[in-house]
């Protein structure tokens, strides 16, 4: 039976009308968007009408870049963001071990490079704040760690690997060997809840789809079983997923996997000085960072994805590991053809030290860049830890958005979370307000990167728009301030909108208290 629902006396984000304040969907999907005398002559044949009271209603955001498991782990672990010195995070973790029984403690989010002594806590220090217990702490660009003793005595490959350093600092190889020995001891049914944690912190964003970037080295297999289970039994955010490994065609096969993309890493992070420059690092000049793959794996990977029917993609920060990519691109598409190779819509993520002559390249190619404005709040600018690790010039000249999207790059915008929280309107912020004002988007632009951006993505070119024929994926938002062309105001000092309730295909995924009565399929 079909199900009409009429939204109206508000604020609607559409191309189907300049200024609509009224919706109308039917079955998941928009059946009308207008004006207020149109939404008259709707009224009475809708089962339900909703009155808008000025809110605003938009796409859905997509969060390009997310790692489920992790950010609901994180979310029930120990939080180091923020913290001021060593001795602050070494007191924080006793007082966390005191209060859990877990079988390994799990942290998050410390970040050295603000510290008046710039070195992480040892593992004899962990094995005393953690009473012995195998204890994981991650660098807030989660490319480095801390360990202690125990988990190293469980998994003793962690100290033979490369990355290891004997004070506990965890990179590279072993770095991926710890977390891979951290996660496996946390339960299945631990993780199947972190990840409902996720989503549900996801449809109270206003997040209707996200990329969950799944990988050998930071997840497991079974979380997409996980998503399954999850699928059937409540309604939240849909799930694009992504598993980074070579040559794994079946895996992707049998998971749903639209790539063997996302965190395939080419290189690591600017804040753990793993990720790879063409120039030394300004505060290490003995260090350029590693590569993780080889130029003739790279290609092979564009080439054996393209004829798979599958997209390809890589994480990649640095300037020498994005050269290398480049020219990976350039010699499959001379392999395989440059219309396949367009037409299998292969992505590449972070993307931020491109230059002109990369961004041609990226752009003739059809490359989609899914990009973190976040990381620009946090750590961009002349005083931040980008500048810091490669001095104030290299780091100005980070994530020009604007000069990705003049070159014809796709851009996604996503959160990389837990790195950063799940946000859209942050993002879209971040994006409008780079600390490097010519690399900004304008509002409108970063909104759209952030919606519609993420469903060209993964090669859905009609998501994200509220109009006649599509999804019924929206979200409705409180904004205490005026609109300003139709958007909240996005100045730092004011506050974002507030999600009041997010649909997904019809179904309503989130309502807040209070906000839009009962939740139930539209």
Do not use: K
Request: hydrophobic fraction near 45%; charged fraction near 20%.
């Amino acid at each position: 039976m079909t199900r009409r629902t009429l939204l109206r006396r508000g604020v609607v984000h559409t191309p189907a009308h300049p200024h609509a304040t009224a919706l109308a969907t039917a079955n998941g999907v928009v059946s009308w968007a207008g004006d207020e005398a149109g939404a008259d002559s709707l009224a009475a044949a809708a089962d339900e009408v909703i009155d808008l009271d000025g809110a605003l209603v938009t796409a859905a955001f997509v969060d390009s870049h997310v790692h489920l498991a992790q950010t609901g782990l994180a979310a029930t672990s120990l939080s180091l963001h923020g913290v001021r010195h060593r001795d602050e995070a070494i007191r924080a973790l006793a007082e966390h071990a005191g209060r859990r029984g877990d079988a390994v403690l799990l942290g998050f989010g410390w970040d050295e490079a603000g510290w008046p002594d710039p070195v992480p806590p040892t593992r004899f220090e962990l094995d005393r704040a953690g009473g012995g217990r195998p204890v994981y702490l991650a660098r807030t660009d989660m490319h480095s760690a801390v360990v202690s003793s125990a988990l190293v005595e469980r998994f003793p490959t962690i100290a033979t690997a490369a990355g290891w350093d004997v004070d506990g600092r965890v990179e590279r190889d072993a770095h991926h060997q710890a977390r891979v020995a951290a996660d496996t001891l946390v339960t299945r049914g631990m993780r199947e809840d972190a990840i409902r944690r996720a989503l549900r912190t996801a449809a109270e964003q206003g997040i209707g789809l996200v990329h969950e970037m799944g990988a050998p080295h930071l997840s497991q297999l079974s979380d997409f079983a996980c998503l399954d289970h999850i699928a059937s039994s409540q309604a939240l955010p849909d799930v694009a997923r992504y598993w980074g490994e070579l040559e794994a065609y079946d895996v992707a096969h049998d998971i749903g996997a639209l790539g063997l993309a996302g965190d395939l890493c080419v290189d690591g992070a600017i804040g753990s000085r793993t990720c790879a420059l063409e120039q030394p690092y300004a505060d290490a000049p003995d260090a350029r960072g590693h590569l993780y793959l080889e130029p003739e794996q790279l290609h092979e990977h564009l080439v054996g994805c393209t004829r798979a029917g599958l997209q390809a993609g890589f994480h990649v920060i640095g300037d020498r590991a994005l050269r290398l990519v480049v020219e990976a691109l350039g010699s499959a598409a001379a392999e395989v053809g440059r219309p396949a190779l367009c037409a299998a819509r292969h992505r590449l993520e972070h993307v931020e030290m491109p230059d002109a002559a990369a961004l041609s390249v990226l752009g003739d190619l059809g490359v989609v860049a899914s990009v973190q404005p976040a990381f620009d709040a946090a750590w961009g600018g002349t005083r931040g830890v980008y500048a810091l690790r490669l001095g104030v010039e290299r780091a100005l000249g980070m994530n020009p958005f604007a000069s990705m999207r003049a070159a014809g790059v796709v851009l996604a915008l996503g959160s990389d979370s837990p790195v950063t929280p799940l946000d859209g309107w942050a993002g879209v912020r971040a994006a409008s307000a780079h600390r490097t004002a010519p690399h900004s988007l304008t509002t409108q632009e970063a909104f759209e990167a952030h919606t519609r951006g993420g469903w060209q993505a993964i090669g859905r070119d009609h998501g994200g728009v509220l109009r006649a024929g599509c999804a019924a994926t929206y979200a409705v938002w409180e904004v205490e301030d005026d609109l300003v062309d139709r958007f909240p105001d996005l100045t730092l000092s004011r506050a974002l909108p507030a999600c009041r309730r997010t649909v997904v295909r019809g179904r309503v995924i989130h309502d807040r208290q209070g906000g839009m009565g009962t939740p139930q399929d539209d």
